[in-house]
């Protein structure tokens, strides 16, 4: 988590806009779950992961903020048979938008990491 702060150029003299990167962290992974079939991803310790993957949970972002720009990582799971390059194209394009409008920021680049895909069914098993 990225919590650097980064300061807008001042408008008019009235003073500047400070936006903390936790703050971005926080808008784009608000704005994910405003989309259908993306869901949240494990938390990871040394690259293995800690519990599962969770639609119903929030995707996890880091944000790293440089003068009125802003980079985002992000790390979500996707519903099957939903096409991953599809839903990740339109994850990237509504969080530049959004996180744009509700921070101010320019969103210059956002990396997706898709951690697993969930079945809209439940899996069942049987016994032979």
Do not use: C, F, N, W
Not at 94 to 108: K, N, P, W, Y
């Amino acid at each position: 988590m990225t919590t650097l702060t980064a300061a807008a150029p001042e408008t008019d003299g009235r003073g500047g806009l400070t936006v903390a990167g936790v703050a971005v962290e926080r808008i784009a992974a608000r704005a994910i779950t405003e989309l259908d079939g993306i869901g949240g991803a494990a938390s990871r310790v040394l690259g293995i992961a800690v519990g599962g993957e969770d639609l119903d949970q929030g995707a996890k972002v880091s944000a790293h903020v440089t003068g009125s720009a802003t980079t985002l990582d992000v790390r979500l799971s996707v519903r099957y048979p939903l096409s991953v390059r599809a839903t990740t194209e339109t994850a990237r394009e509504h969080l530049i938008r959004r996180v744009g409008e509700l921070s101010g920021l320019t969103v210059s680049q956002v990396d997706i990491t898709v951690t697993a895909l969930h079945s809209t069914e439940t899996e069942t098993r049987r016994v032979r």
